[in-house]
């Protein structure tokens, strides 16, 4: 996997291909790997089961919903941070909660950004423009 690309963990089929839409509308070119549920968001990230091969670079941001089937958004940002491999990787919930304890529990938990998804699709695309250009454009990570 090269540098800069994003991993979206996002089970709503629409809510993906509106990412990916709104990616390409704001012609940000980093690659987008999409896995469906927290379990394969973990494996993917901690190089395991089908992704035990893949490439050993992390992405440079993970979108992660929260209400996923399986293991939640939260439980997989505690096992993101809790991993030296990954804790370091940014972070944003990207999702429609707006409950004070997910907000809460996230930051608590070391999230990077919380982010409420918009509702119209323009709102969604600036959302995703602004999003794309902070974390992947101006943002300086921390060295692996």
């Given amino acids: 996997m090269a540098v800069n690309n994003v991993l979206l963990v996002e089970d709503n089929g629409d809510d993906v291909e509106l990412m990916l839409h709104a990616f390409?509308?704001?012609?940000?070119?980093?690659?987008?790997?999409?896995?469906?549920?927290?379990?394969?968001?973990?494996?993917?990230?901690?190089?395991?089961?089908?992704?035990?091969?893949?490439?050993?670079?992390?992405?440079?941001?993970v979108l992660l919903d929260l209400k996923l089937p399986g293991i939640d958004g939260l439980e997989v940002l505690r096992q993101i941070r809790s991993t030296p491999e990954t804790k370091r990787i940014p972070v944003a919930i990207l999702t429609t909660s707006d409950d004070e304890a997910?907000?809460?529990?996230?930051?608590?938990?070391?999230?990077?950004?919380?982010?409420?998804?918009p509702v119209g699709f323009n709102a969604f695309t600036d959302m995703v423009e602004q999003l794309?250009?902070?974390?992947?454009?101006?943002?300086?990570?921390?060295?692996?």
Wanted: zero cysteines.
């Fill in 24 to 61: 390409r509308k704001s012609r940000i070119a980093n690659a987008i790997e999409v896995v469906r549920d927290g379990e394969t968001a973990l494996d993917y990230l901690m190089r395991r089961g089908i992704y035990a091969n893949r490439d050993p670079e992390q992405p440079a941001l």
């Fill in 132 to 144: 794309g250009l902070y974390w992947l454009v101006v943002n300086v990570t921390a060295p692996a």
């Fill in 102 to 117: 997910d907000i809460v529990r996230g930051y608590d938990l070391g999230v990077n950004s919380y982010i409420r998804k």
